[in-house]
C-alpha cells in the first residue's frame, strides 16, 4: 500500500463543497536485536528483551524455555507501526567434564601436574595438593559459565 489523495464530490443536487483527504500509509518499521549465541541447557538467564535496540518494546511468544531450542516471535506493542520479529535460540546439551587417563603411580614417585583443560576443553583448576603418599580423590572445579554437567569432576590417582 502506498500514500493516497481521495476525493469527494458531492451529487449536483446538494449544497455542499467537494474535498479531499490524504491517508498516508507508513511503512512498518524493523525491530532491531543483537544476536543471541546457543544457551547452555538450564541456563537461568532469559536472553529475550521486551525493548528491541531501537525503541520498540513488545513481548515474546511463547515464554523462555531453556530446556530445549525453540522459535521465538516478538510482538510490538499496538503503538508502534512494527513487523513482528522471528528468532530460534538453540540450547546446547551440557558436556561432560572428561580427562586422559593417569596412570597409577607407586608411593613417592613423581606425580605430574593435572590437567587444566579437559579432553572437550573445559578449563578449570583442582582442589588439594598433589600427593605422591597415598591415594586422593581430587575436585576438579570449572572456571566460568561453561556447558558442563556440573561444576566439579572426581579424579583419583592410586599408589601401588
Known amino acids: 500500500m502506498k500514500t493516497q489523495s481521495y476525493f469527494f464530490t458531492p451529487d449536483n443536487n446538494q449544497c455542499a463543497n467537494q474535498s479531499s483527504i490524504i491517508i498516508r500509509v507508513n511503512a512498518k518499521t524493523d525491530p532491531i536485536f543483537n544476536p543471541i549465541n546457543p544457551i547452555c541447557f538450564g541456563s537461568q538467564k532469559n536472553p529475550l528483551q521486551n525493548t528491541s535496540l531501537n525503541g520498540i518494546s513488545g513481548e515474546w511468544i511463547p515464554t523462555f524455555d531453556n530446556q530445549k531450542t525453540t522459535d521465538y516471535t ?4 499496538s503503538q508502534y507501526c512494527a513487523k513482528n520479529y522471528s528468532l530460534s535460540i538453540a540450547i546446547l546439551p551440557k558436556q561432560g567434564v572428561e580427562f586422559k587417563h593417569i596412570e597409577p603411580i607407586c608411593k613417592g614417585d613423581y606425580l605430574e601436574d593435572l590437567p587444566t583443560t579437559s579432553i572437550h576443553g573445559v578449563k578449570g583448576y583442582w582442589t588439594l595438593q598433589l600427593n ?3 591415594s586422593t580423590m581430587y575436585t576438579f572445579h570449572v572456571i566460568g559459565d561453561q556447558c558442563v554437567t556440573d561444576s ?6 592410586y599408589s601401588k
Open 74 to 77: 516478538f510482538i510490538p506493542d
Open 132 to 134: 605422591n603418599q597415598k
Open 152 to 157: 566439579t569432576k572426581k579424579f583419583a590417582h
